[in-house]
């Protein structure tokens, strides 16, 4: 690793963690560059002082969203975003209304079953959706 490389990953450290050979090697060129050790305190130095002296501003709940629509301010698609949501619950009742009519099971059963496993689907569907666009 040369010092344009080792001043490099200095940085990337202050934005996320380096995988552990990545590290390791940049731990060796520190261990054996002066100049690049002082890069790293200088920088880790500053790091700390902005980090006192500015602090983040706090976002709205909707921050994202309003973010997003002066980005992209034209429509994202030819559906609107409740869609899918629809789309899953409309398919998971016709799904319970078969099974209804067709097992050979008490229909209070099937329609508790068929209820919570359409709770549960659209639940993990929602935190699927919400970590993707955190992304």
Do not use: N
């Amino acid at each position: 690793m040369d010092c344009q490389d080792a001043q490099d990953k200095i940085s990337e450290c202050f934005d996320r963690l380096l995988p552990l050979d990545e590290r390791r090697e940049l731990d060796m060129h520190l261990a054996s560059c002066a100049q690049c050790r002082e890069f790293s305190h200088l920088q880790t130095t500053l790091d700390i002082q902005l980090k006192q002296a500015v602090t983040a501003p706090q976002l709205g709940a909707d921050f994202r969203a309003r973010l997003y629509a002066r980005i992209d301010p034209k429509p994202r698609g030819l559906w609107p975003d409740w869609f899918p949501d629809v789309g899953y619950l409309v398919g998971c009742g016709v799904a319970v209304l078969w099974c209804v009519l067709l097992l050979p099971f008490p229909v209070s059963r099937v329609l508790w079953i068929g209820g919570l496993a359409t709770a549960i689907g659209y639940s993990l569907q929602a935190l699927l959706f919400t970590s993707l666009e955190e992304l």
